[in-house]
């Protein structure tokens, strides 16, 4: 048989919509197991290394900052090469990284190779919206994003509990081990079940001109940095404490490092339990009802968390019950406002994802290396944050509507999903 007669590889089958959820979900579950798993390690990486906290600390940053900067070619790349490509090169490169970090002998190291998971975990996020966005519209869309949130909510809440486990029974080592035969199972699955969702002929250009001119003209729209902005800011609120919790959880709640569960399980739950309301609303009620109630807990959460520890010291289960609340609330207009921000674009929807989840992790970096150090040093402070960033992103929603409602917008950028009032 000549090279022209060798035939095709088969045409991967399009997976159930619950079945494209669960893998999209796992890739998406990459993201959170990097960073929670190994949150209950702190102390052990510290003697191991003979670094400080702050080293330590410094290994999330690299880890988000790396994740951040390379959200933004994420969906550019999947753009021109396909989504299926990028999910499987990212994969082979986390696992790489995540070998490394289980070989590393000093904290240089592990900041290097956190750097390399960094840059290639943002891609089961950033090109998984994207192929949900490729495949369906308006409330489906919606439904099936909610649907990829409440199966993907899983990870964090059992990722400090597995960590913590490892950590008393094993060597920190063992974690990163973990992770690495989980992104090896992972690229086997996609390999096999995965099927590509962008036709050639749909397709845009790689090319700087044409990156430079998409990345300007999201960047520079203002109903982008207000939508996207809400987004980052609720997310914010939530992940300070992700990387408070090393402190939070064993000096200022007294508990040990298989308890992290305490703080991780409500906010978990409050993400599921949003996530499926969000499910069921979407395409039911509208926007505007659907995101006063979202802010509705956010605020209303926050402000709990701030009244008790101005009078009461911190202690279980009264200083982490708030996030349950907080999060549900997040979760419940986090769907719609991710679908917004994509169909201000619609032509480069991988693109505008990559964009937005820059936007958020680049605050996550921010929350990791510079408020979370400032902030933990009191449980009030904490809860003060988390307060101030829930009350920008409503700010940021509210503008994000007065911008929409007040300007006359031309006919090929409104789209039905932000109409339904």
């Not at 933004?72 to 970090?101: K, N, P, Q, Y």
């Amino acid at each position: 048989m000549t090279p022209d007669q060798t035939p095709a590889r088969k045409p991967i089958p399009m997976p159930s919509k619950n079945g494209l959820a669960i893998l999209l979900a796992a890739l998406a579950m990459l993201g959170p197991f990097s960073v929670d798993t190994y949150l209950p390690a702190f102390p052990n990486i510290e003697l191991s290394l003979g670094a400080d906290l702050v080293g330590v600390q410094q290994t999330l940053t690299a880890y988000m900052f790396s994740f951040a900067v390379m959200i933004l070619w994420h969906g550019a790349l999947s753009d021109e090469m396909g989504r299926r490509s990028i999910i499987l090169i990212s994969l082979a490169v986390f696992a790489i990284g995540t070998l490394g970090c289980a070989a590393s002998h000093s904290i240089e190291y592990l900041w290097a190779f956190r750097v390399m998971q960094g840059v290639s975990a943002g891609a089961g996020v950033v090109v998984g919206r994207a192929i949900i966005r490729d495949l369906y519209a308006d409330a489906a869309a919606a439904r099936l994003l909610s649907l990829v949130t409440m199966i993907f909510a899983i990870a964090p809440a059992v990722a400090p509990i597995f960590g913590g486990w490892i950590v008393k029974a094993y060597d920190w080592r063992v974690i990163f081990l973990s992770l690495f035969v989980y992104s090896v199972l992972l690229f086997w699955v996609c390999y096999r079940k995965l099927p590509e969702t962008l036709p050639p002929e749909q397709r845009t250009p790689f090319n700087p001109h044409f990156l430079w001119q998409s990345y300007r003209q999201v960047f520079r729209s203002l109903p982008f940095q207000l939508k996207a902005g809400a987004i980052a800011f609720n997310f914010a609120g939530l992940f300070l404490y992700v990387a408070a919790a090393p402190v939070f959880i064993t000096r200022h709640l007294g508990l040990g490092p298989d308890q992290f569960a305490w703080q991780f399980v409500p906010a978990v739950a409050g993400i599921f339990l949003g996530a499926l309301s969000a499910n069921r609303m979407a395409g039911r009620v509208a926007i505007s009802r659907l995101m006063l109630m979202g802010y509705t807990l956010l605020i209303g959460a926050a402000l709990a968390n701030v009244v008790y520890h101005l009078f009461m010291p911190p202690a279980v289960p009264w200083s982490v019950l708030p996030l349950f609340f907080y999060t549900f609330g997040m979760s419940l207009v986090a769907p719609t406002l991710t679908l917004l921000v994509m169909d201000l674009f619609p032509h480069i929807r991988g693109t505008v994802a990559s964009c937005q989840s820059f936007t958020q992790t680049m605050l996550g970096a921010a929350m990791s290396g510079i408020a979370a150090p400032f902030l933990v040093h009191s449980v009030l402070w904490l809860a003060l944050g988390q307060l101030a960033f829930a009350s920008i992103g409503l700010c940021l929603w509210l503008g994000g509507r007065y911008y929409h409602d007040h300007h006359v917008l031309p006919p090929k950028t409104v789209n039905a999903w932000e109409t339904v009032e």
